[in-house]
């Protein structure tokens, strides 16, 4: 970018991974963070997003939790929200490929 002399202005939100050190050296790009909670104005359909993809993966997580009520009152296992990482990521998967265009 110095070579072709050419200046970029990035805007990213407040989050604490976008925060850049102090010593940082950015030739040709200017950082602007937005004000806190802008991501809510500027995107507004991230929110229910979220949301979607909240609500389908709690709805597996709850049925998994019923799926192991009689284990548990057995004995059998530990409790109901004791899932295998793999099995919760499979659960996130699902979840995020059944929310819709519409959502």
Do not use: C
Not at 22 to 48: F, H, I, R, S, W
Not at 64 to 72: E, R
């Amino acid at each position: 970018m110095v070579v072709q002399d050419r200046k970029i202005l990035l805007l990213v939100d407040n989050a604490p991974p976008h925060m850049l050190l102090e010593e940082t050296l950015l030739t040709n790009v200017k950082l602007k963070m937005l004000p806190k909670n802008a991501t809510a104005y500027l995107q507004p359909q991230d929110a229910g997003i979220i949301a979607s993809f909240k609500a389908k993966y709690r709805k597996k997580q709850v049925q998994n939790a019923l799926d192991q009520i009689d284990a548990v009152m057995e004995g059998r296992q530990d409790g109901l929200f004791e899932v295998p990482l793999n099995e919760a990521m499979q659960w996130a998967k699902d979840a995020w490929a059944s929310v819709t265009p519409a959502t």
